[in-house]
């Protein structure tokens, strides 16, 4: 059986790309094909690089444009796209071609701390001006609607009303590197 060929998008470090790509290096299932960025800077593009995987930089303007970005996909028989810290809208036409093949993580129990400017830090900062006593993450389909596709998946951490947005984001940060390998692994196997 042929292996499953993924696409990881990602606009900053890529330690969950990076540990996708190592979580699946051996895998009889899924092969990482393809590493894209939005970003020629981002620290992703190096770790990918670095175990082997072929990476794409593309502007606002090739990802919006269908003829660049469907060949691309194509060449690399793309099948499933894993967003892992992109931050640029997906345009309709990947979302559609990918309908329940492309999911995004996010770094909150949605619905809470979702939705446009919430990303990154400022989904930790709104935890923690929130009180909550509790975070986690969601793996969500990708849908026309920001962070508002059905949710696939969700892990949970407690927090403790000392626990700064950084030690948010650090609980939060250990669930991704957990549990992200293996909710792709069982959607894909
Ligand atoms: C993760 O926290 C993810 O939830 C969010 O962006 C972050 C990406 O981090 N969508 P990294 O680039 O994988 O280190």
């Not at 990076?18 to 092969?31: D, H, K, P």
């Not at 060949?71 to 329940?100: C, K, S």
């Amino acid at each position: 059986m042929s292996r499953v060929s993924i696409a990881i998008f990602a606009s900053g470090t890529g330690s969950n790309c990076e540990n996708i790509i190592r979580y699946f290096q051996s895998s009889n299932t899924v092969c990482t094909s393809l590493v894209v960025s939005n970003k020629s800077d981002a620290p992703v593009l190096d770790k990918a690089r670095r175990l082997g995987v072929t990476t794409k930089v593309v502007n606002k303007a090739e990802l919006n444009d269908e003829q660049v970005m469907m060949p691309m996909l194509r060449e690399y028989n793309v099948q499933f796209i894993v967003l892992a810290g992109f931050l640029p809208i997906i345009p309709d036409f990947m979302v559609n071609a990918f309908d329940h093949r492309m999911i995004n993580l996010h770094p909150s129990l949605l619905p809470k701390f979702g939705g446009k400017g919430m990303w990154g830090h400022h989904v930790h900062e709104a935890v923690k001006a929130a009180g909550e006593k509790e975070t986690g993450m969601t793996v969500h389909w990708v849908t026309p609607v920001c962070d508002g596709g059905d949710i696939i998946a969700q892990f949970r951490c407690q927090l403790s009303p000392d626990d700064t947005a950084d030690d948010i984001a650090a609980k939060e940060h250990q669930l991704e590197m957990r549990h992200f390998p293996e909710v792709i692994e069982q959607l894909l196997s």
